[in-house]
């Protein structure tokens, strides 16, 4: 079984940083594409950003210049540093990875539980 494990969200005020940390366990041959969604309260769930396995970033515009996606392949990590935080960026935030669990099989999608952010203004 994989599992998607998020830590280090929480509470924090207008301006300040947080920083995201997911881990991928289980039966793992190699992870394509790892990423982070964010839902707020009545909103759809959004990508956030994504980072592929070679390294290539995508951003969503809202985030550009003050959210920054890294992995740790050897360790099977996302990480979302997260500055200059904004009373929007209020969400429930989750862990995406495409993760292929047998060498030559297909890739199967996951998600984590879910960490809520909140920005105070």
């Known amino acids: 079984q994989v599992q998607l494990v998020e830590s280090g969200g929480g509470l924090v005020q207008a301006g300040g940083s947080l920083r995201l940390s997911c881990v991928a366990s289980?039966?793992?041959?190699?992870?394509?594409?790892m990423a982070w969604y964010r839902q707020g309260p009545g909103n759809p769930r959004d990508l956030v950003a994504s980072?592929?396995?070679?390294?290539?970033?995508n951003y969503a515009d809202s985030v550009k210049g003050r959210f920054t996606i890294s992995r740790d392949n050897a360790k099977n990590t996302v990480y979302l540093q997260m500055n200059s935080l904004k009373p929007e960026d209020t969400a429930v935030y989750y862990c995406n990875a495409q993760i292929r669990k047998l060498t030559w099989g297909p890739t199967f999608n996951y998600w984590g539980q879910g960490t809520q952010v909140t920005v105070s203004s």
């Open positions: 980072v592929t396995s070679s390294g290539n970033l």
């Open positions: 289980g039966s793992i041959s190699s992870i394509n594409v």
